[in-house]
């Protein structure tokens, strides 16, 4: 650019640019780096607050001295440097720090752009295991499970986490302040559970990378970062987790349910933005590679042979919709086999509802309000919704229209959703009186 | 966002003496190891030599189809990966780390969405038909 003003753009732009740069190459890198600082300083809060301040000065130096050739190893060495420095200064040189500081002297060439890994690749694997673990651990409340797994795991910085949830900045970042303390107060061990705690532990993994797709998955609007990117980040978790433990059938069952779900992003809203039902998708518009990468996730857990967990049975309903042509050629008695097992596996009443639901569609309507009518004696959905609504649906299709109106009126009624409710009463009216 | 990484290596590409493939097998073997542990990789293959393939040239109706690579082709199409980022700066990082030597390139594209064309368009429309298809055509377990 000529003018002044034009050169300055220019420059913003390269900062911006740098800026981008950083926080990709952190987005690749973060775990491993805060995986390896914490096996090295023996800290998790400690690593995560040295490799943020390593980010920091990448942020203020790469945007103007250019970005360095290793940047991975760059942000590590960084890192370790400031350990060291923090121990000098306490004067705790202890041998653990010893050792650090004689490697780092080893690895002086790092900056100049060696292509050395930062991390030993024997214990990366498990290192970020051990991470994925740590930020999950059933210690910690939930929202902190996922503004940490987020950030160490998914390289997210706190401003992301706050856009991506609607919460402010400090929020997140309270989060992450608290369970850093909790983690350390509690002296939680940088490890893989041990056997008997394993699947619990998992679990808990796995509920952190559900709870993150859903957050994507139930939300229609968003502007810089969307909440499909949010149901993308979820789904990424999952696929490094399933690296990671590949043996695990859970895992890959959690992958094929959400990239099921993930699948239909593009036919879930009109171009109002209004969300279309399952019945009303254009099946044509959901993505047919990720229903593919889905069933072959799906595929490959029950190859494990050791029976479908929750995430399975889900998977395979969703498993159900993806693969048929339209609502009538869906397999809805394999469906209603699949709640069957998921509901005496977890039993819950929203379970029960969606069998109903699915029961009506394999044996009529007449079947479906039965058992929806066995649900409302057993009041476990009082106050829910969907539960009018489906029997609405039902009546209205058993033609008992006078009794349908009450129902979608008493749904609209109880309905948080201002969309929801405009349906609703819709319903209720239009419905011609019997 | 969706990219294509699309591996193009000259014609002419000299093969030093003694050069040893297991390394270059091995390097990509733990690229693409790297790629599928970070979640990234969607899919990827290699492609067969040229001189197993064809061309099909539209200059003429009806086409020509001749064998081997294109005559006048100066670069040669190898393989492809495509991979899931959020950025494009990270599908930048992610192709800068690919173990290629001098002369080779690596061009990155967007995978467009179908979405982003005109919705009232008959083709569009049937190109969701087509990928339903095409995304069906393979039977499931279960």
Not at chain 1, 330 to 351: E, F, H, K, M, N
């Amino acid at each position: 650019m000529a003018t002044p003003d034009g050169a300055d753009v220019t420059a913003q732009d390269a900062v911006a640019s740098a800026r981008r740069r950083v926080e990709a190459v952190w987005r690749i890198e973060s775990a491993r780096i805060v995986a390896t600082l914490t096996r090295v300083v023996g800290d998790f809060g400690l690593a995560e607050d040295l490799a943020q301040e390593a980010l920091l000065l990448a942020l203020a130096q790469w945007p103007r001295d250019g970005v360095p050739p290793n940047p991975g190893a760059w942000l590590t060495t960084v890192a370790k440097r400031k350990a060291i420095d923090m121990h000098r200064r306490n004067n705790r040189l202890d041998d653990r720090h010893a050792d650090m500081a004689h490697h780092l002297a080893e690895q002086q060439r790092l900056d100049t752009g060696s292509d050395e890994l930062p991390w030993d690749p024997e214990t990366i694997d498990d290192d970020v295991l051990r991470l994925v673990f740590t930020a999950c651990h059933p210690i910690l409340p939930r929202e902190s499970q996922i503004a940490l797994t987020l950030r160490v795991v998914g390289g997210l910085t706190s401003e992301e986490i706050a856009r991506a949830f609607m919460i402010p900045v400090a929020t997140v970042q309270q989060r992450v302040v608290r369970a850093k303390k909790t983690i350390a107060a509690a002296e939680i061990p940088f490890e893989v559970p041990p056997r008997k705690e394993f699947d619990s532990r998992l679990g808990s993994v796995l509920s952190v990378a559900y709870l993150i797709f859903n957050e994507g998955y139930a939300a229609t609007s968003g502007t810089a970062w969307t909440r499909p990117d949010l149901a993308n980040e979820a789904i990424r978790l999952t696929r490094i987790l399933s690296a990671l433990v590949p043996e695990e059938p859970e895992v890959l069952a959690l992958l094929a349910l959400l990239e099921l779900q993930a699948s239909r992003f593009a036919a879930r809203v009109d171009a109002n933005g209004e969300p279309i039902l399952l019945a009303d998708q254009d099946r044509s518009r959901w993505d047919h590679h990720q229903i593919r990468r889905g069933c072959e996730a799906l595929a490959r857990a029950d190859a494990a042979g050791r029976g479908r967990g929750a995430y399975a049975l889900q998977a395979g309903i969703a498993e159900c919709h993806a693969v048929a042509a339209s609502t009538a050629e869906t397999d809805w008695a394999q469906i209603v086999a699949l709640y069957d097992a998921l509901g005496s596996l977890a039993p819950s009443p929203v379970v029960d509802l969606n069998r109903a639901v699915a029961v009506a569609m394999a044996d009529g309507p007449a079947a479906g309000l039965q058992l929806v009518d066995e649900l409302i004696a057993k009041r476990a959905l009082d106050g829910y919704s969907l539960l009018p609504s489906v029997r609405g649906e039902l009546l209205s299709r058993l033609e008992r229209h006078d009794e349908a109106r009450i129902e979608f009126l008493a749904a609209a009624e109880l309905t948080h959703n201002e969309r929801e409710r405009a349906v609703l009463v819709e319903k209720a009216g239009v419905r011609p009186s019997a | 966002m969706k990219y294509m990484f699309i591996m193009r290596t000259p014609v002419e590409l000299e093969i030093p003496e003694g050069f040893d493939f297991t390394e270059i097998i091995n390097a990509m073997g733990a690229y693409n190891e790297s790629l599928i542990k970070a979640g990234v990789l969607l899919a990827g293959e290699g492609l067969a030599p040229a001189e197993e393939g064809f061309v099909v040239d539209f200059d003429s109706t009806p086409p020509v189809v001749t064998d081997g690579p294109y005559a006048e082709a100066k670069e040669l199409f190898n393989g492809f990966w495509m991979i899931q980022t959020s950025t494009k700066e990270e599908a930048a990082e992610w192709a800068k780390r690919c173990p290629l030597g001098p002369g080779t390139r690596l061009e990155v594209r967007r995978v467009t969405e179908t979405e982003e064309f005109d919705q009232s368009n008959e083709y569009v429309q049937k190109e969701y038909e087509w990928r339903e298809q095409l995304g069906s055509d393979k039977p499931v377990a279960g």
